[in-house]
């Protein structure tokens, strides 16, 4: 082997042995960071804020649904300029999943998860939670006269539905023992 190929072969060895310097903007991103978790603003840490966001960075990755705090960096880097693409390399996150959290921004104004689609229920909570105050009063009481009670609360409903709603509160039909005379 030639000395000039081992010279170069030694001066290859050196660059990859150099550490790699930080770029400003990685640097003043990890600084974001910090500040994000540093709440009371005295330049430490807490190691629950830690280890809660180190959680919520991991589960953003194998979960379908990101974090709020995510969705709201992605919007906050979007109101500042930053495209599709760079917003995804710098969150890790996919540039579909970035576009589609900025057009749901853009539509509803609003990064929170908004609710499901599907039959409203027919009971109001305030009826059901009567109904249970009327079943605990008297446990005998029949879904007859259950049905008369809702009709006079003014959210009138079926004795199926009535069922339901006491089941779903914990109270099953369950007939009391006869006492002996």
């Given amino acids: 082997m030639s000395l000039s190929r081992r010279t170069e072969l030694v001066a290859d060895k050196t660059k990859c042995k150099r550490k790699k310097e930080l770029t400003k903007d990685q640097k003043h991103e990890i600084n974001e960071s910090l500040e994000l978790l540093d709440t009371d603003k005295d330049k430490e840490i807490d190691y629950h804020k830690?280890?809660?966001s180190n959680r919520d960075k991991h589960q953003a990755i194998k979960s379908e649904e990101l974090?709020?705090?995510l969705r709201d960096k992605i919007v906050?880097?979007?109101?500042?300029?930053?495209g599709y693409k760079t917003i995804s390399k710098a969150l890790s996150v996919p540039?579909?999943?970035?576009?589609?959290?900025?057009?749901?921004?853009k539509k509803f104004g609003t990064t929170r998860t908004l609710p499901r689609v599907g039959r409203p229920a027919?009971?109001?909570?305030?009826?059901?939670?009567a109904l249970?105050?009327?079943?605990?009063?008297?446990?005998?009481?029949?879904?007859?006269?259950?049905q008369k009670f809702t009709v006079e609360m003014g959210d009138p409903a079926g004795k199926t539905t009535i069922l339901a709603a006491l089941h779903k509160s914990g109270f099953y039909c369950k007939v009391e023992r006869q006492k002996p005379l």
């Fill in 76 to 82: 906050a880097r979007h109101k500042s300029g930053q």
């Fill in 95 to 105: 540039r579909s999943t970035v576009a589609s959290i900025i057009v749901k921004w």
């Fill in 132 to 146: 249970v105050r009327q079943v605990t009063k008297n446990p005998t009481v029949t879904l007859t006269e259950l």
């Fill in 122 to 129: 027919k009971l109001s909570n305030r009826a059901r939670r």
């Fill in 50 to 52: 830690l280890k809660v």
């Fill in 67 to 69: 974090s709020v705090d």
